[in-house]
């Protein structure tokens, strides 16, 4: 049995801004170091909110990391000691990192991702749409609206102090200068 290794799996962390998926990862990173297990850890280079060489919450609680440009970066860290692969913000990478994990998965690695499920416009993200549905475990996370106190599902970008508008572009890295957590009600879009 000294070959066998564990079957590999995908687990989705999800939510919108503010719900706590990076807290997450890390609680789940703590444990992976509880049961000694080799693990590497990356987010997106675009992702510099906080820190360049962790994944740090809200809370700032972290975790050190590998920043890379692309997906196919993962592979390049990748070798036959290592038993798991964590990303944070991964709706941030280019689509090539779906087909990667999966790969990974079946080659008998666990992944762990976090990431928005949805954009400012309640568009879903198309990577965590496809993880979604690849995945053998989801955590969908809700947050708190700012407005009314029911859960909040979606992210709220806030230019200028108003809802952006629809026509704003997708991909703004932020925190709370330019996001906050809103319900399906409270969740407000510009035509202009």
């Excluded at 509880?34 to 850890?41: E, I, P, S, T």
């Excluded at 740090?56 to 972290?62: I, P, Y």
């Excluded at 009314?148 to 572009?169: E, L, Y």
Aim: net charge negative; charged share 30%; glycine share 6%.
């Amino acid at each position: 049995m000294e070959n066998y290794k564990e079957p590999g799996w995908i687990e989705v962390i999800t939510g919108p801004m503010f719900a706590g998926k990076s807290e997450e990862l890390i609680r789940r990173l703590r444990r992976l170091d509880y049961a000694h297990k080799k693990y590497l850890v990356f987010k997106p280079d675009i992702d510099n909110r906080y820190s360049e060489g962790n994944v740090e919450s809200h809370l700032h609680n972290k975790a050190k990391c590998i920043p890379i440009k692309n997906a196919r970066e993962v592979l390049s860290y990748v070798d036959d000691k290592t038993e798991v692969i964590a990303i944070d913000e991964v709706q941030f990478l280019d689509e090539e990192i779906v087909p990667i994990l999966d790969t990974l998965a079946d080659k008998g690695i666990r992944v762990i991702v976090a990431g928005l499920d949805t954009d400012f416009k309640g568009e879903p993200f198309p990577i965590m749409a496809s993880l979604l549905c690849k995945a053998e475990f989801v955590s969908k996370l809700t947050a708190v609206c700012v407005k009314c106190g029911a859960p909040a599902t979606m992210t709220q970008r806030i230019v200028n102090g108003v809802p952006a508008s629809k026509n704003d572009p997708v991909v703004l890295v932020g925190a709370s200068e330019a996001y906050e957590p809103r319900c399906r009600h409270c969740h407000e879009l510009r035509d202009k």
